[in-house]
């Protein structure tokens, strides 16, 4: 188990030292010249051009720049904003109760749904549940979750006026309005989860279905729900806990659209301020960020399979 912690920990760093470079690279090919932002109106080859780049180090040849960041990386300190002087860790970490908030409440939504529709389709196989099952999957995969936000905002927020139509309440001013700002925006991430792990369920209980070990716990007199929920689905747990780890990777490193559509201050409507204003540090910031968290929730994946399944070996 030590020998396998290890060798996944070295890959991770490797893999976050990988995603870290290449951001790097990425950022400083973005057309355009942040200098030129900053300024405004000042031309690229002003002498105030010139002194800001030589401010900022952007005149230094382009592997120094790299070094002098990944050692503040590694010191801790991911920069400082280039438009605001704030530095950029406690940009981020402003941030990250929300999209961890969001991406809680977004899995629960999507887990409440895709379970027990997956599991009654899969001991349902051909019947009508298992139908429509399966079209919600296909009919959830193929709408993008940027389209549900829209038709969420239109119906529920403008004509029935149910919920607040866009905006951030945190829960420190009560929980119930907090949820009531976090509803439309979970369900739009939530639908389109719940479809894939609607198919993902189904397709893993199927599986394990006709095994053996079903047989044997049906023959005992258990009753067939019974069977179903605490035999059935803790062995077909593994594709689900992968699909889940994923996506809450994806869910954690910030939602772009729906963050920027409903107005939630988390990683996402942050990433957008920042590309637009060319705001290197914070950007190469968040993207360092999103690279870690997948990493690690993969990590963590692998290493609750062990636990899911005794019969899984680390070596």
Do not use: C
Request: proline fraction near 5%; avoid cysteine.
């Amino acid at each position: 188990m030590s020998r396998f912690l290890g060798r996944r920990l070295i890959r991770a760093v490797l893999t976050v030292w990988a995603v870290a470079t290449l951001v790097f690279l990425l950022m400083h090919a973005l057309p355009g010249d942040v200098v030129l932002v900053l300024l405004d109106t000042v031309g690229a080859g002003s002498p105030a051009a010139d002194k800001m780049r030589e401010f900022l180090g952007l005149d230094r040849p382009l592997y120094v720049q790299y070094f002098d960041w990944l050692g503040d990386i590694l010191r801790g300190d991911m920069g400082t904003s280039l438009l605001g002087g704030y530095p950029v860790w406690d940009l981020v970490k402003s941030r990250i109760p929300v999209t961890v908030e969001l991406a809680v409440l977004t899995i629960l939504l999507g887990l409440s749904i895709a379970i027990p529709l997956g599991i009654v389709a899969a001991a349902r196989n051909g019947s009508w549940i298992d139908l429509l099952a399966m079209q919600f999957g296909q009919l959830g995969i193929s709408i993008p979750n940027f389209w549900i936000a829209t038709i969420l905002i239109l119906v529920v927020a403008a004509r029935l006026q149910w919920l607040p139509p866009s905006g951030y309440k945190p829960i420190s001013e009560g929980l119930g309005t907090n949820l009531l700002h976090m509803i439309m925006p979970s369900l739009s991430l939530a639908l389109p989860l719940a479809a894939v792990m609607t198919r993902v369920v189904r397709s893993a209980v199927l599986e394990v279905l006709n095994r053996d070990y079903m047989r044997v716990a049906h023959a005992k007199g258990l009753h067939p729900q019974q069977v179903l929920w605490r035999h059935g689905l803790r062995n077909a747990a593994i594709p689900i806990v992968t699909v889940i780890g994923l996506e809450l990777g994806y869910l954690l490193g910030g939602t772009v659209l729906i963050e920027e559509m409903f107005f939630v201050p988390g990683l996402g409507q942050l990433t957008v301020r920042a590309l637009l204003n060319r705001d290197l540090p914070v950007l190469q910031g968040v993207l360092l960020l999103y690279s870690t968290a997948f990493v690690l929730v993969n990590l963590v994946v692998d290493l609750l399979y062990g636990q899911i399944d005794p019969r899984i070996r680390y070596e």
